[in-house]
C-alpha cells in the first residue's frame, strides 16, 4: 500500500490506463504541457504525446462532442471540464446525444466515454467556480454518475469508468484532491461501478451521504459514537446506477436514516435516497427519513462566512444525527 490524495489517484488510474489501452486518450482545456489546472495530468504530455494529451480550446460543447464522436468510432477519450461550472454548454452532447446513443442504436453503438468534472465547494471558488452539477445527471437514463470521496475508490472506479462501455460523469470533489490522503494498492484493482461501501458500521442511525460530505459525516459518526450513539455510514459512491441494495439493507439495520449531501435539498439525490427507504423500508423504520443539504440558493457564495453557512459541515451533521437519534 501507498498513501496518495486524491489528485494523485485520479493521475496514477489515467496514466496507468493509457500504458494498458492506446485507444485511451485525454483532452480538455491545459491538460497538455500545463498538467490540467490541478496538475491532474501532470506529465502525460511528455509521456505520450499531442496525440494523446489534446489541448482544446474553451469551448466544453466541443470538447464533449468530440469526444462522443471518438468514442463511437471505438476510442476510449477521457474529457476533462475543467470546473463543474463549465459543463453547461456541453449539457446536449451529453444528455441529449451520448446518453441516447446505445438506446436509440439497439445497442450498436457503444460510448466508452468519461467525462471528469472537479465539482464542489469549501474552497472560496464564489459564483462560477463551486457548483453541484450531479442532479441533471443523475436524472438522465443512459449516463453513469460516479462520486468517489476517497483515494482508493477514486483510482478504482476511475479505471472501470475508463473501461465501461457506457458514457460516464465522473465527478471530482475539488476540495478532496490533496486533502483526502488514503492507502491505494501498489497492485493492479478496478471497483465496481453501482456499488456502495458502508465506510463504518452502525446500529442505531444510517447516515448516507458521498463526495467531501463523506469525511464530514464519519467526523460526526465519531462524536455520536462517544455520545453513546452508534451510526451507520454509507458511502454512495455511485449515484447512477444508485447501490439500493446496499441502502435498504442499512436502513433495515438500523431503523432510521439521515442523508447528508451539499448540492441544494429540492430535488436532489437525497429526494430519491429517501424515497428508496420509505418504499422498500418502511415497516423498519422508527423515525422520519431526515436529509441534512445546502440550501436551496442558485449557487455557492464567495465570501467565506457564507459560504460556510451554506456547506453542511461536522457540526451540523452531528446535530441533526442526535434529533434523528431522540425519536
Wanted: aromatic share 8%.
Amino acid at each position: 500500500m501507498t498513501v496518495k490524495s486524491v489528485i494523485e489517484a485520479v493521475r496514477d488510474a489515467m496514466f496507468e490506463e493509457m500504458h494498458r489501452d492506446s485507444d485511451v486518450f485525454l483532452m480538455g482545456e491545459d491538460v497538455g504541457k500545463r498538467g490540467g489546472v490541478f496538475l491532474a495530468s501532470q506529465g502525460f504530455y511528455e509521456e505520450f504525446g499531442p496525440d494523446r494529451v489534446i489541448e482544446t480550446p474553451l469551448a466544453e460543447a466541443s470538447i464533449v462532442g468530440i469526444a462522443l464522436g471518438a468514442a463511437m468510432k471505438g476510442m476510449r477519450p477521457i474529457a476533462e471540464i475543467q470546473f463543474s461550472d463549465f459543463v453547461w454548454p456541453a449539457a446536449n452532447q451529453l444528455i441529449g446525444e451520448a446518453a441516447r446513443a446505445r438506446y436509440g442504436s439497439d445497442g450498436a453503438l457503444a460510448v466508452p466515454m468519461v467525462v471528469r468534472i472537479p465539482y464542489g465547494g469549501g474552497i472560496h471558488g464564489g459564483l462560477y467556480h463551486s457548483q453541484n452539477v450531479e442532479v441533471p445527471f443523475f436524472h438522465t437514463p443512459g449516463l453513469k454518475v460516479v462520486t468517489p470521496a476517497t483515494p482508493y475508490d477514486a483510482k478504482g472506479l476511475l479505471k472501470a469508468s475508463i473501461r465501461d462501455d457506457n458514457p460516464v460523469v465522473f465527478l471530482e470533489h475539488k476540495k478532496t484532491y490533496r486533502l483526502v490522503r488514503g492507502e491505494v494498492p501498489e497492485e493492479e484493482y478496478v471497483l465496481p461501478i453501482g456499488k456502495a461501501e458502508v465506510k463504518r458500521s452502525g446500529s442505531d442511525v444510517t447516515l448516507a451521504t458521498y463526495g467531501l460530505m463523506l469525511h464530514y459525516c464519519l467526523e460526526a459518526a465519531n462524536i455520536l459514537a462517544n455520545e453513546g450513539t452508534s451510526v451507520e455510514v454509507v458511502d454512495l459512491r455511485s449515484l447512477k446506477p444508485l447501490d439500493t441494495e446496499t441502502i435498504v439493507a442499512s436502513v433495515k439495520r438500523t431503523g432510521k436514516m439521515l442523508i447528508v449531501h451539499e448540492d441544494n435539498m429540492t430535488g436532489g439525490v437525497g429526494a430519491e435516497v429517501a424515497a428508496v427507504a420509505a418504499q422498500e423500508a418502511f415497516d423498519y423504520l422508527d423515525g422520519p427519513v431526515t436529509r441534512l443539504c445546502g440550501p436551496d440558493i442558485p449557487t455557492m457564495p464567495y465570501a467565506p462566512t457564507l459560504e460556510d453557512a451554506y456547506m453542511p459541515n461536522t457540526d451540523r451533521i452531528a446535530q441533526a444525527l442526535r434529533d434523528l437519534a431522540a425519536y
